[in-house]
């Protein structure tokens, strides 16, 4: 396995098959411009975890500071593809990205999951990782 940042068109392109499957309200060309408008404005990253050459699962995080939590690594997105679960690249990716946040001086990690994941709750308490709020959302248009 390969972890590495991709920035690069062609970069970012091999990681959209991944990613559609955690955010199929996106196609292609939207996901490429949002990925480098977010990369560009606010600090966002994206990793992949390669296999045998093949992006196997990716992972988009952005560094931000709270009064709540101090400097944190916050992880927007995180999926591996349907093919791949449960070959280890969740938890590979997972370690990969909290060496990065202790790498950056980051004080914690932290990330969402919609309530119906339940493989990848197991995967983020296995990693322990706690359950620490409840998120609140309101759409506004």
């Not at 309200?25 to 606010?42: G, I, P, T, Y």
């Not at 050459?53 to 709270?66: I, K, L, Q, S, T």
């Amino acid at each position: 396995m390969d972890i590495r940042p991709a920035e690069t068109e062609d970069e970012l392109r091999a990681c959209w098959p991944v990613m559609r499957e955690l955010r199929p309200h996106l196609d292609e060309d939207s996901f490429l411009a949002q990925v480098k408008r977010q990369m560009a404005n606010h600090g966002y990253a994206l990793v992949a975890l390669r296999d045998g050459g093949r992006v196997c699962a990716v992972a988009g995080y952005r560094v931000a500071e709270f009064l709540a939590w101090g400097k944190s690594f916050y992880i927007d997105d995180l999926v591996t593809v349907a093919d791949s679960r449960k070959n280890g690249h969740g938890g590979a990716l997972l370690d990969w990205l909290e060496a990065r946040a202790r790498s950056l001086g980051c004080a914690q990690l932290h990330l969402d999951s919609g309530v119906q994941r339940h493989d990848a709750h197991r995967l983020y308490l296995g990693c322990k990782l706690d359950i620490t709020s409840h998120h609140f959302a309101k759409r506004l248009r």
